[in-house]
């Protein structure tokens, strides 16, 4: 089984910012697209963002557009997600998934390895 290990969630206020992170083994992770879904307490885990195995590409759900930057290097394994002007309806636990090819996938079905998640709460 492959350990994908997100960290870097927590409690933020309205209008504030995190960082999350996220580590794969580099044979695992280098070729491949990575992406963050969460999921909220009630509601059904959507996709957040993704990112191509070589950065080239990225997507964005809506609500994550303009506010949400992911990015990665692959000399560290690591993919972050940049959260700014956060709101309380970001308020869910968030997963970063190893998608099973080189693209930036948006349906959870295309990814194969998965986190434990990160919870991040938003204060208003």
């Known amino acids: 089984q492959v350990q994908v290990l997100e960290s870097g969630g927590g409690l933020v206020q309205a209008g504030g910012s995190l960082r999350l992170s996220c580590a794969v083994p580099?044979?695992?992770?280098?070729?491949?697209?990575m992406g963050w879904f969460r999921q909220a307490p009630g509601k059904e885990r959507e996709f957040v963002a993704s990112?191509?195995?070589?950065?080239?590409?990225?997507n964005y759900a809506d609500s994550a557009k303009g506010r949400f930057t992911i990015s990665r290097d692959n000399a560290k394994n690591t993919v972050w997600l940049q959260m700014n002007s956060m709101k309380p309806e970001d308020t869910a636990v968030y997963y970063c998934?190893?998608?099973?090819?080189?693209?930036?996938?948006?349906?959870?079905?295309?990814?194969?390895?998965w986190g434990q998640g990160t919870q991040v709460t938003v204060s208003s």
């Open positions: 998934a190893v998608s099973r090819g080189a693209a930036a996938a948006v349906t959870s079905k295309n990814y194969q390895y």
């Open positions: 580099r044979r695992t992770s280098s070729n491949n697209g």
């Open positions: 990112i191509s195995w070589n950065g080239g590409s990225t």
